[in-house]
């Protein structure tokens, strides 16, 4: 190749991973020859136009899914817009998640038919290997677990993805198969397949559930909002975990067949699913069982918002940390002999306010993984007589509020997960209440 064109110093926002545009450190202590910088600062300073794109290193990748991808480098007018364009692109194919490293180099054409203002962008690409595994143990409900994952990405050539996941339990074994495939040019649609069998234990509850099923799932945008349709058909077996469970958990036990159609709207600014500081979670689901078969008949609404700003089965279930904290999970309303049996509508809300630790201690490093964390949860939960007008059942919903208030520590575990050591004083506590 020819020269390698770099982004000048006031635009080091736009970093690039790997090469960072082919140039390297030391390349900033060589002198330029005086026509190569001659042509660097004319091409700095007037339009360009990007003759050829190439993407070298494929495999088993059709080309003609890249070509949506890296389409609008072609649109470039001028060097720091063929910059950001390739920058785009770049993090356009890592998303695929077929790659394990995408390189780009900017070059000045060269042959028969390059122009004085001719640039040639090159996509260096690593794919991901055929099939992928892990291992790995995980503890949760009172049981350990050993996990085991198979993937084949990028299966057929256009970032389809086939994921196979085995957990094998002290207590119970799940196991999963799940097709992904997008639209090209359009990853955020895309349409997953799955089959699998999921077993839970729900202690509160004194029930044990049993889920063997399959769903189709289209996951698409439309303007601002995110929707997604899914049907799902299950086969369900309810048990009891001890001999001392309730005769309304025990009526309830056996098996049933739920056919479900669900829509999910949702509009997401949040600039962090896991620490926001800034943005608005808009969440709205409706499921609607027996329509499509089955012997299990609902129609269920789930509303969720969520500001952020800088400073159960077929039933509901409310209580603990991911609700109302400092009351047991699942552990408030309706409950029949130590079990919670949930209620047919509820609310809940939350204050959170997340802050850096005191005098910044590990600032700029690990010390940032921390917050301190200040909470106000509030909600109840019930029945409803369905004789009764939406004023009667407003009202019970208004009566005995449950709530508490908080603080404590926040720890971030990369993008997927935290861990919250917190202070919690329940409040509004009612009888049967955990």
Known sequence: LGTIWKC?????????HGRDLGVHPDDLMETPEPEQESKQEVLENKDVVVQHVNIQGLGRTKEDLLGYEISDVFH???LIDVMKKAHVARQRLLRL???KD??????????ADALPNGLDVTFEVT???????????????NEGSMVLGL??????????????????????????????????????????????????QFPWSSLKETDRGMSAELNFPLGMTNHTLKWEGVWRELGCLARSASFAVREESGHSLKSALSHTVSIDSRNSAIFPSRGALLRINQELAGYTGGDASFLKEDFE????????????????????????MYSIGPQSEGDYLGGEAYWAGGLHLYTPLPFRPGKGGFGDL????????????????????????????????????GAGIVLRLGNIARLELNYCVPMGVQSGDR
């Open 8 to 16: 000048p110093q006031h635009l080091d926002p736009l970093p690039m």
């Open 76 to 78: 470039a007018k001028n």
């Open 97 to 99: 998640g077929i790659f």
């Open 102 to 111: 995408v390189e780009v180099l900017i070059d000045t054409s060269e042959g």
């Open 127 to 141: 794919e991901v290997k055929r099939l992928t595994g892990s291992y790995n143990t995980m503890v949760g409900n």
């Open 151 to 200: 993937k084949l990405p990028n299966m057929f050539g256009r970032a389809e993805k086939l994921t196979f996941q085995f957990s094998y339990g002290t207590k119970e074994t799940s196991y999963g198969l799940s097709f992904f495939k997008p639209q090209p040019g359009h990853f955020e649609r895309n349409l997953t397949l799955n089959m699998y069998k999921v077993t839970g």
């Open 305 to 328: 918002l969520q500001l952020n700003r800088r400073c159960v089965l077929s039933r509901f279930y409310l209580g603990g940390p991911t609700s109302v904290r400092g009351f047991g």
């Open 370 to 405: 921390f917050r301190t964390h200040f909470f106000l949860n509030a909600g109840n939960l019930c029945n409803l007589n369905y004789g009764e007008g939406p004023r009667a059942h407003l009202q019970k919903l208004a009566e005995c509020i449950r709530w508490s208030y």
